[in-house]
């Protein structure tokens, strides 16, 4: 679809999801979400295999039905999709749907999207226990190949950070820094942060600083004057392999991703007592329900050890479990 089209003349073809959603894509595309284009490129080539394979039609007032949204949640759980796969899509949709309205393209029908599931829940826990930071602070990192020192003092930086995510890092600038502070803007909500630098931070902070004089970035992670998203990208899985190579030497059996340092921040907040609240502003969480989305296998894991505790209380297993 020509991206040069104006909203109006969309809006006429919007009949059609293909076209509307395209010049959504577009508009994402030119605003440099570069996510948000992934997963509603995603999106629509998934609902549009799904359309072709069940001959169903691509006219929004079909698309947008209890039925139809139920028959495509069917067909993907037929194909196998995970329950955060399909919410991902159908959030993705509901989400066209609200600009549709907004665009006085269709009536608004509060109940559509109830009866799939949009939820969005963790389902493995991706966090390190207080033990396993405190051996992966304790690392001396001269023992370790570069790529992984590389990779552990980045990780540590990140939790240091309040749990920033790697993209955030990846995109700090030298002015983003002012004194023992960074500002920045989160990529995922445009939030804006400001993060005090720990006094236990400063040294691996100043040892990553990138030392070119020829890029603004504050990390030699990305560079100027190339696409910086695939640089990212390209980034981002070196980062992974690297920080699995760390996982396999310093502790084994452990799954680690650049995931893991946000969400261990996270948790170790939660179990030193602070409010979900306080942890979800330090996050730049767009709702204390994505917070509680990270915190729920460990919520999950509180309860039971309770109910262990009770239930040994009262059937005199003196605490064993068994």
Excluded at 87 to 100: F, G, Q
Aim: include cysteine; glycine fraction near 4%.
């Amino acid at each position: 679809m020509d991206k040069e089209k104006t909203r109006e003349e969309v809006q006429g073809e919007a009949i059609l999801l293909t076209p509307y959603m395209s010049f959504v894509i577009g508009c994402l595309q030119r605003d440099g979400k570069h996510p948000s284009v992934h997963t509603y490129t995603a999106t629509l080539h998934s609902f549009t295999a799904f359309a072709t394979s069940k001959g169903v039609p691509m006219q929004i007032p079909d698309v947008f039905t209890v039925a139809r949204l139920k028959q495509y949640q069917s067909w993907l759980r037929q194909r196998k999709a995970s329950w955060n796969t399909v919410s991902t899509y159908m959030r993705t949709l509901r989400a066209v749907y609200n600009r549709l309205v907004a665009a006085q393209l269709v009536i608004r029908d509060p109940h559509l999207f109830d009866e799939v599931y949009t939820k969005v829940e963790s389902q493995t826990k991706r966090a390190l226990t207080d033990e396993q930071t405190r051996t992966l602070a304790a690392v001396d990192p001269t023992c370790l190949p570069e790529d992984v020192q590389r990779a552990l003092s980045y990780f540590l930086l990140m939790f240091l950070f309040r749990g920033m995510p790697f993209i955030d890092l990846a995109h700090l600038r030298r002015q983003d820094v002012n004194g023992n502070c960074i500002t920045y803007c989160r990529h995922k909500t445009g939030r804006r942060l400001t993060v005090r630098i720990p006094h236990e931070a400063m040294q691996l902070f100043e040892m990553c600083m990138s030392q070119s004089p020829d890029t603004d970035f504050l990390f030699p992670i990305l560079k100027d004057g190339e696409d910086v998203y695939e640089v990212y990208l390209s980034a981002l899985r070196r980062f992974n392999r690297s920080l699995q190579k760390m996982a396999a030497l310093l502790l084994p059996g452990v799954k680690i991703s650049s995931y893991t340092a946000r969400h261990t921040w996270a948790t170790i907040a939660y179990h030193h007592g602070w409010h979900v609240g306080i942890i979800s502003k330090a996050l730049g969480h767009s709702s204390i329900r994505v917070t509680e989305t990270y915190l729920k296998p460990f919520e999950d894991e509180k309860v039971d050890m309770a109910n262990n505790e009770l239930v040994a209380s009262v059937m005199g297993n003196n605490g064993n479990g068994k």
